[in-house]
Nanobody, 115 residues
Framework: QVQLVESGGGLVQAGGSLSLSCRVVSGSIRNFNVLGWYRQAPGKQRELVASFNGRTTSYADSVKGRFTISTDIDKGTQALEMNTLKPEDTAVYYC?????????WGQGTQVTVSS
């Protein structure tokens, strides 16, 4: 069964950087139509932070210029590099992918930015 397994995250001070990684297990990353990252802060709806459909990269306005999504086809991974982090970036971050009209989610990883 295809799974998305996340790593990374943690606690960082405002202005710092963190990286998240997501590995496709028991399947090929090449079969995904879209890959991306969502986040959900306490009391808020889950929002799409960044995505890549094989040609185009998209970012939420709140993270443009600070976050970078990337994909390593050979390693079967995608990453989210987060710079100049702000307290409002605090959330649980989820790796996400759409493969043959089915959605897949990672287990979620906590990112906490202290002021």
């Amino acid at each position: 069964q295809v799974q998305l397994v996340e790593s990374g995250g943690g606690l960082v001070q405002a202005g710092g950087s963190l990286s998240l990684s997501c590995r496709v297990v028991s399947g090929s990353i090449r079969n995904f139509n879209v890959l991306g990252w969502y986040r959900q802060a306490p009391g808020k709806q889950r929002e799409l932070v960044a995505s890549f459909n094989g040609r185009t990269t998209s970012y939420a306005d709140s993270v443009k210029g600070r976050f970078t999504i990337s994909t390593d086809i050979d390693k079967g991974t995608q990453a989210l590099e987060m710079n100049t982090l702000k307290p409002e970036d605090t959330a649980v971050y989820y790796c996400w992918g759409n493969r043959w009209s089915r959605e897949y989610w990672g287990q979620g990883t906590q990112v906490t930015v202290s002021s």
